[in-house]
């Protein structure tokens, strides 16, 4: 797959409670599309900007360079099925364990959609930080498990339009088993949401 442009991409959320992320890469200039299958989008429409657009998972996919999976570790695989073909695209895993075991979403992911370039994102403290400007400033930490060297620089690109800078690469698929685990121990500590926002990260200098 050859993209338009670094700087303007089509992006597909795959999840809720994704908004606060779709406007900022609506306002760093790419083409949004939330993919839901709730009826809860209708109201939020006159809200958001006219770059971002709700509709089907199947659509949001098979219109996006990257898609960002960003729903409940139970709600992984069905999303994943409703994909268009996306062999040859960019999959960012965002989901938040919540149970007690890890649950192998990245694989699962990599297993259903034939995709060689999934990634696992983790961010420790929750989707509040992106309502923070300068996030990279105040010194939030990401991390990023994943083998595609194209998947994690896509990812770098899409975190400085979120205002990162910075990273924890900490290995190919075979630490994804890390970040789930680091995934858990904070959703423990911190009682994060069920469904974070997914933030993508940017490579280390």
Not at 97 to 102: E, R
Not at 118 to 144: M, R, W
Not at 156 to 184: F, P, Q, R
Request: glycine content about 6%; overall charge positive; hydrophobic content about 45%.
């Amino acid at each position: 797959m050859s993209y338009k442009t670094f700087a303007s991409m089509n992006i597909a959320l795959i999840g809720t409670g994704v908004e606060t992320i779709a406007k900022k890469f609506a306002k760093a200039g790419h083409k949004v599309f939330i993919g839901s299958e709730y009826d809860y989008i209708e109201p939020l429409i006159s809200t958001t900007p006219k770059s971002v657009k709700y509709t089907t998972i199947l659509n949001a996919a098979s219109l996006a360079d990257v898609v960002i999976i960003a729903t409940a570790p139970q709600d992984v695989r069905q999303a994943a099925y409703e994909l268009a073909d996306v062999r040859s695209k960019v999959i960012i895993d965002f989901t938040a364990l919540m149970d007690t075991t890890p649950s192998a979403t990245s694989s699962a992911i990599r297993s259903i959609t034939s995709s060689q370039h999934v990634i696992k994102c983790f961010l420790p403290t929750g989707y509040e930080d992106l309502l923070i400007p300068n996030i990279h400033e105040f010194g939030a930490d990401l991390y990023i498990a994943g083998t595609s060297k194209k998947a994690k620089a896509l990812t770098a690109i899409l975190a400085l339009d979120l205002g990162y800078k910075s990273h924890y690469d900490i290995g190919g698929n075979g630490a994804i088993n890390v970040l789930d685990e680091m995934t858990l121990h904070a959703s423990k500590k911190q009682k994060l949401k069920p469904v974070l926002v997914p933030v993508p990260v940017a490579v280390r200098k």
